[in-house]
Nanobody, 115 residues
Framework: QVQLVESGGGLVQPGGSLRLSCVASGSIFSISTVGWYRQAPGKQRELVALIIRYGTTTYADSVKGRFTISRDNAKNTVYLQMNSLKPEDTAVYYC?????????WGQGTQVTVSS
């Protein structure tokens, strides 16, 4: 049973930073692709950043240059460092692990960017 637990969300002022963590259990983490997604009220869930098993990363245009995804296979953890946050980054952030044709989601963590 694969389980994902996100943490690190919160309230931050515009221009601030947060680091989200996604800890996985029950998976062969090192061979998995992990992505961070977000869903704002009234909007569809969208991909924010993706990291594959060999460390190659992909970012949404809206976060390029501000967000960085990284992984620590020894800790079964993927991070999302978010800098220069904007009000439009406000959303629930989810991590998704993809392995052997299956997708697993975490419960989400709220990020609110507001003054």
């Amino acid at each position: 049973q694969v389980q994902l637990v996100e943490s690190g969300g919160g309230l931050v002022q515009p221009g601030g930073s947060l680091r989200l963590s996604c800890v996985a259990s029950g998976s062969i983490f090192s061979i998995s692709t992990v992505g961070w997604y977000r869903q704002a009220p009234g909007k569809q869930r969208e991909l924010v950043a993706l990291i594959i098993r060999y460390g190659t990363t992909t970012y949404a245009d809206s976060v390029k240059g501000r967000f960085t995804i990284s992984r620590d296979n020894a800790k079964n953890t993927v991070y999302l460092q978010m800098n220069s946050l904007k009000p439009e980054d406000t959303a629930v952030y989810y991590c998704k692990l993809s392995q052997r044709g299956n997708d697993y989601w975490g419960q989400g963590t709220q990020v609110t960017v507001s003054s």
